[in-house]
C-alpha cells in the first residue's frame, strides 16, 4: 500500500466559476474529461474525477463545481465529497486564476479555498496555474507575475513561492501536451521537496533570542518549525535565556531532593544508611545536572545544599563532620 501511495499524484483543481477549471483539468489529463464550454452558469454541477498515467505514476485530477465563488452558497456536499475523492493524501491544489487584474473577488475565492482545505500541507502544495495564456501576448509569466502591486496577490505570491504556471487550454499536439508536463513536474518537485522537510521540520522545537514577531511568523509559514519557550533535552529544561536555566533545572532539582529528604527522615535511618541514601538519591542527580549545565555562579547554593544534607545526615546527633566526605566513602 505504502508504495502504491508513492506511484499516485492526486490533484485537486479550485478556483471560481468560469476561469477554465474543467479545462484546464482536461489539459493536465492530456484528453476531454471534463465538460468544458462557454456558458453563463456553471457547467460544472458536481466533482468530477479522471485518471492519467505519467511517468509510471497514477495521475488522478479532480475538478470542483462552483463551491468557492465568493456570490456562492458554502455546499458541504460537494466539498466533502471532493475531501473523499482526495482521499488518503492531496498531493496539489491547482488554483486557477485567469490572467488579468486580480480582483477582490479572486482574493475571496483565495480565502475560501484556504478556509476549505487548511492544513499546512495544503498550504505548501498550492500551484497557481494562469489560464488564457494567450492574453500575455510577448510578456514572460515571471515578469507578470512580479510586476502586480496588488498587495492580495502579493500574498498569494509570496505563499506559493514560485509554484506558477500559464495554460493556454485551446492549443494542441506537442505544445499542449508541454504544459501539462511543466506542471506536473512542478508538483512532483514540491511533494518531493515538502516530504524531505515535512518529517523533522514539523516535529522540530525552536528556542529563538532575536526574532521579532514578524520574523517568527514567517520561519513558521516556510517551514513549519514550531516555537516554544523551552525545550527538555537529556531530562535539562532548556532556555532561550541562560538566566532561566538555574531556575527551571537546579532550583527544580533542588526542591524535589528536598521534598525527599522531609520523607527520609521519618523513616529513620542509621547514620550509614542516611549516607547510603544520599550516595545513591541525592549525589547522581546532583553530579547530572554539574556535567549536564556547568553554569552556577551562586556560591551561596552550595551552603544551603550542604546545610540541608548535613541536617539530614547527622539528624540523630553524634560528631559532626562534613557531610561530603561522608558522601566521598
Given at each position: 500500500?505504502?508504495?502504491?501511495?508513492?506511484?499516485?499524484?492526486?490533484?485537486?483543481?479550485?478556483?471560481?466559476?468560469?476561469?477554465?477549471?474543467?479545462?484546464?483539468?482536461?489539459?493536465?489529463?492530456?484528453?476531454?474529461?471534463?465538460?468544458?464550454?462557454?456558458?453563463?452558469?456553471?457547467?460544472?454541477?458536481?466533482?468530477?474525477?479522471?485518471?492519467?498515467?505519467?511517468?509510471?505514476?497514477?495521475?488522478?485530477?479532480?475538478?470542483?463545481?462552483?463551491?468557492?465563488?465568493?456570490?456562492?452558497?458554502?455546499?458541504?456536499?460537494?466539498?466533502?465529497?471532493?475531501?473523499?475523492?482526495?482521499?488518503?493524501?492531496?498531493?496539489?491544489?491547482?488554483?486557477?486564476?485567469?490572467?488579468?487584474?486580480?480582483?477582490?473577488?479572486?482574493?475571496q475565492v483565495v480565502?475560501?479555498?484556504?478556509?476549505?482545505?487548511?492544513?499546512?500541507?495544503?498550504?505548501?502544495?498550492?500551484?497557481?496555474?494562469?489560464?488564457?495564456?494567450?492574453?500575455?501576448?510577448?510578456?514572460?509569466?515571471?515578469?507578470?507575475?512580479?510586476?502586480?502591486?496588488?498587495?492580495?496577490?502579493?500574498?498569494?505570491?509570496?505563499?506559493?513561492?514560485?509554484?506558477?504556471?500559464?495554460?493556454?487550454?485551446?492549443?494542441?499536439?506537442?505544445?499542449?501536451?508541454?504544459?501539462?508536463?511543466?506542471?506536473?513536474?512542478?508538483?512532483?518537485?514540491?511533494?518531493?521537496?515538502?516530504?524531505?522537510?515535512?518529517?523533522?521540520?514539523?516535529?522540530?522545537?525552536?528556542?529563538?533570542?532575536?526574532?521579532?514577531?514578524?520574523?517568527?511568523?514567517?520561519?513558521?509559514?516556510?517551514?513549519?518549525?514550531?516555537?516554544?519557550?523551552?525545550?527538555?533535552?537529556?531530562?535539562?529544561?532548556?532556555?532561550?535565556?541562560?538566566?532561566?536555566?538555574?531556575?527551571?533545572?537546579?532550583?527544580?532539582?533542588?526542591?524535589?531532593?528536598?521534598?525527599?529528604?522531609?520523607?527520609?527522615?521519618?523513616?529513620?535511618?542509621?547514620?550509614?544508611?542516611?549516607?547510603?541514601?544520599?550516595?545513591?538519591?541525592?549525589l547522581p542527580k546532583?553530579?547530572?545536572?554539574?556535567?549536564?549545565?556547568?553554569?552556577?555562579?551562586?556560591?551561596k547554593c552550595f551552603?544551603?545544599?550542604?546545610?540541608?544534607?548535613?541536617?539530614?545526615?547527622?539528624?540523630?546527633?553524634?560528631?559532626?563532620?562534613?557531610?561530603?566526605?561522608?558522601?566521598?566513602?
Open positions: 500500500e505504502a508504495g502504491q501511495k508513492q506511484k499516485e499524484l492526486c490533484i485537486v483543481i479550485v478556483g471560481k466559476s468560469g476561469v477554465g477549471k474543467s479545462a484546464t483539468g482536461n489539459t493536465i489529463l492530456g484528453k476531454k474529461r471534463f465538460d468544458s464550454r462557454l456558458e453563463m452558469t456553471p457547467v460544472t454541477k458536481s466533482c468530477w474525477l479522471g485518471i492519467r498515467e505519467w511517468k509510471g505514476k497514477q495521475v488522478v485530477v479532480i475538478d470542483t463545481p462552483a463551491i468557492f465563488d465568493s456570490d456562492g452558497a458554502r455546499n458541504s456536499t460537494e466539498i466533502e465529497h471532493c475531501r473523499r475523492l482526495s482521499q488518503p493524501h492531496r498531493h496539489a491544489l491547482v488554483l486557477v486564476v485567469p490572467v488579468g487584474r486580480f480582483t477582490e473577488e479572486d482574493h480565502q475560501r479555498v484556504r478556509e476549505t482545505f487548511n492544513s499546512s500541507d495544503d498550504q505548501e502544495r498550492m500551484v497557481v496555474v494562469f489560464s488564457h495564456k494567450e492574453r500575455l501576448q510577448n510578456e514572460r509569466l515571471e515578469d507578470y507575475i512580479s510586476s502586480s502591486d496588488n498587495k492580495n496577490f502579493q500574498e498569494l505570491r509570496d505563499q506559493c513561492d514560485g509554484r506558477f504556471c500559464s495554460f493556454n487550454n485551446n492549443e494542441t499536439g506537442d505544445q499542449l501536451a508541454a504544459q501539462a508536463e511543466e506542471l506536473l513536474s512542478m508538483i512532483e518537485m514540491a511533494e518531493k521537496k515538502q516530504h524531505r522537510t515535512s518529517g523533522w521540520l514539523s516535529k522540530t522545537k525552536v528556542l529563538d533570542k532575536k526574532l521579532d514577531k514578524d520574523e517568527r511568523k514567517t520561519l513558521i509559514e516556510k517551514t513549519g518549525l514550531t516555537f516554544t519557550k523551552k525545550v527538555k533535552y537529556l531530562g535539562m529544561n532548556l532556555t532561550a535565556r541562560n538566566l532561566n536555566l538555574y531556575k527551571d533545572n537546579y532550583e527544580k532539582v533542588w526542591n524535589e531532593i528536598k521534598r525527599d529528604l522531609e520523607i527520609w527522615t521519618n523513616l529513620k535511618f542509621s547514620l550509614m544508611g542516611q549516607i547510603s541514601v544520599a550516595k545513591m538519591n541525592v546532583m553530579l547530572f545536572l554539574f556535567q549536564t549545565l556547568p553554569i552556577i555562579d551562586n556560591v551552603k544551603d545544599w550542604q546545610k540541608a544534607l548535613s541536617k539530614f545526615i547527622w539528624q540523630g546527633g553524634g560528631k559532626r563532620e562534613s557531610s561530603i566526605n561522608y558522601l566521598r566513602i
